[in-house]
């Protein structure tokens, strides 16, 4: 490992992040408790062991939470920005970096104006150019979704659509190459076990399969990331007593489904999990 290096100063909560891969880039977005809890955002630069921290951007002068963000490699490089802004409102943004070390913002605007945005998570689907922004509709519990395109900085929402008839807590996803679906994982809330959808996005719809239990254990944390190596599907949760488990997520089109096999455990314990895929 190398050193640690201070990207903010103050205190950073929600933090979301994502690999801009025409600029070599990872952007950071993140909630600034030290400045009105503003949305922020900022470019890390990695050469071998050392990173080096752009200058901050705000691209939200209000209180945010539950930032999440997904590189975007066919328009421009932009970068999608999804979050909880004023009024509990789901907002997005277009970030696109300006050159040394800097980033620019276009304007935010709604993707949800229920005012019940909650646990939000994106995910770039390639087939279609969009990308996905799945959260959670805090008035019923319910995971929802949605298809985001892009006009210039300019991004528009699609129709919401259920992804599951149940609570759920916390949420991750990845693009699976291997079946051109994006592998939708959850807590089920209902019940508290680990559970699962695919996920295809159209131009302004998402078409979802059935909703599936993935392992018959309570859990509290889960995050997933695609091996492009053996072109699997990892899935990292941890259980109610904080035990550190992994499992293979397969998805599959012909029709719709997701599937995991026998978890194992890593004989560790964690919480606030993440995972991502080292192609080096």
């Known amino acids: 490992f190398g050193s640690a290096t201070e990207f903010e100063a103050a205190t950073a909560s929600y933090i979301g992040m ?10 950071l977005t993140y909630r600034d408790e030290g400045s009105s809890s503003y949305g922020t955002a900022v470019v890390l630069e990695i050469s071998g062991t050392t990173i080096t921290v752009g200058t901050p951007l705000v691209f939200d002068s209000s209180s945010t939470s539950f930032h999440s963000c997904a590189f975007d490699p066919n328009n421009y490089g932009y970068v999608i920005n999804c979050y909880r802004g004023s009024s509990n409102y789901g907002y997005m943004c277009v970030l696109y970096y300006n050159g040394s070390n800097t980033l620019a913002a276009g304007s935010p605007t709604t993707f949800d104006s229920s005012g019940n945005t909650y646990r939000i998570n ?9 990308t996905l922004v799945a959260y959670r509709d805090y008035s019923t519990g319910y ?12 991004p528009s929402a699609g129709n919401a659509t259920t992804i599951a008839s149940t609570g759920t807590y916390v949420m991750d996803s990845v693009y699976d190459v291997s079946s051109g679906l994006i592998a939708y994982v959850y807590v089920n809330n209902s019940s508290n076990v680990l559970a699962g959808n695919v996920i295809y996005v159209n131009s302004t719809t998402i078409s979802v399969g059935t909703a599936t239990t993935l392992q018959s ?24 007593a904080s035990d550190l488990k992994g499992t293979i997520v397969t998805t599959g089109d012909s029709p719709y489904s997701i599937s995991a096999d026998t978890a194992s455990d890593s004989g560790d314990q964690g919480t606030n999990l993440g995972l991502a895929f080292d192609t080096r």
């Open 217 to 240: 254990e309570n859990c509290d944390w889960v995050a997933i990331s695609y091996d492009s190596v053996l072109q699997k599907n990892l899935v990292a949760y941890s259980t109610s």
């Open 18 to 27: 994502c690999y801009d891969t025409t600029h070599d880039r990872v952007i």
């Open 122 to 130: 994106t995910c770039y689907f390639p087939p279609t150019q969009r």
């Open 143 to 154: 995971p929802k979704g949605r298809s985001i395109s892009l006009s210039g900085t300019t």
